[in-house]
Structures are given as C-alpha cells and as structure tokens.
C-alpha cells in the first residue's frame, strides 16, 4: 500500500460569502456550470462519503476529465492540493487550491449496476449506483450522452494500489466538515453523484449527504 504524508491546507474562503451552496443527499445528483475563476468546495459533511464526480469543458463537452492526461501530468495517482485536472484535449479544467483531506482517487471509478454484481454479489443488482446518477443528471442536457461518461475522481474516497498493482477499497481517510476547493481555470461543467453504495467500508457503509459551495473567485490563497 502507498503510503503519505499530508499537511492540511485550509481555505481563506469565508461561506458566508458564497455566492451559492446546496445539499447533496446520498446517492442524488448535481450538476452545474462553472465559469473561469469560480472557486467549487465540495464538503464531506459526516465523513468518509465518496463523492463521485465528473468535469466537462463546458464549451466542448465531448471533452471531459481524463485521469490518464492528469496523472501523467502530475506523476501521482491521487490528488491533493496543487493538483491540476486535466481533460482529454489537455485543457487545463481545474486545479485543487485547498484540502484538508489529503488523498482522492482517480482510478476506482463509479459504481454499477454490473461492477456491483462483479464485487459484490449477483442480488445488487437493483441497488441505486453512481451510474444510474450520472445518466439521470446527464438526461437534461440534449449535448450530452452515455458516451460522456467516463472514468470519474472519486473525492473522499480511499482506493490503495497494492505493490501487484491491484486495487483495494479501504476504510476512508477524511472525516466529518472536511473539504476540498477547487478553482476553475476554464467553463466547467460539474457532474456528482453522491455515491449511494451501501457495499463497501470506504463510507463505513453509511452514505450520507455532501455539501457544494460556490464563490466568485478565490479571493485569497490556500494556506498551510
């Protein structure tokens, strides 16, 4: 298992001033258009909820967030503060300013109907999952198709890559009010499910609601 060392690094970013903020229940959908410059916080309001969630260039949405393009350009498979995500084109989509987190996963994916059965067992099958969310938020925008889904960051989440290069679903590492911010640094589309999965220990087999906040610019740096 990879191991790390993490600082915190808080937010100057005061909620009170945010220009909008809204309550993702567990195993609903958001999805919302940012504009260059606006600062997304995405809250774990109870702890160790995995919060699966997508971006699109707004202006090209065939061009969506591509964990290849942002781990080669960070030589990291998880994000944290400084990271920047990338879209497939190479666009430059976002970059995390703030996380008191410390490790979000890029490669575990969304949760499925069939991944469910695969990891679980075959009675899963009518379970809510991540992907029936994207769908369902993706329906009312006529540009977008399931073509558009694609592989997914996973804030909050905890997927450990053994030495054999396995994946492993463990116990998450964030906790209750803990954040993470990042700015956009071109029209982002965002598109979360709020993972439902009652199957896994990554949410203490507890789903539960997440926060979003939105702030006209960052007005201020993360710091240490």
Request: contains cysteine.
């Amino acid at each position: 298992m990879m191991t790390h060392e993490f600082v915190p690094t808080l937010s100057t970013l005061d909620p009170e001033e945010a220009i909008y903020s809204h309550i993702i229940p567990a195993g609903d959908g958001w999805l919302y258009d940012l504009l260059p410059g606006q600062t997304l916080r995405i809250v774990d309001l109870e702890g160790n909820q995995a919060v699966d969630t997508l971006f699109y260039a707004s202006e090209d949405p065939s061009d969506h967030y591509s964990a290849i393009q942002t781990i080669t350009g960070q030589q990291n498979l998880y994000l944290t503060t400084g990271s920047v995500l990338k879209a497939e084109s190479g666009l430059d989509l976002l970059r995390i300013a703030a996380d008191t987190c410390g490790r979000h996963d890029t490669i575990g994916g969304a949760c499925s109907a069939q991944s469910n059965t695969v990891r679980y067992s075959h009675d899963t099958l009518p379970m809510h999952n991540c992907r029936d969310t994207f769908m369902l938020m993706l329906a009312e925008r006529p540009a977008f198709t399931k073509r558009d889904l694609a592989p997914n960051v996973n804030f909050f989440m905890n997927v450990p890559v053994t030495p054999e290069g396995k994946l492993t679903f463990a116990d998450g590492v964030s906790g209750p009010g803990r954040y993470v911010e990042l700015v956009a640094l071109a029209p982002v589309t965002v598109l979360i499910s709020n993972c439902p999965q009652l199957n896994n220990p990554c949410n203490a087999y507890n789903p539960t609601p997440a926060q979003v906040l939105i702030w006209n610019s960052e007005g201020g740096e993360a710091h240490v």
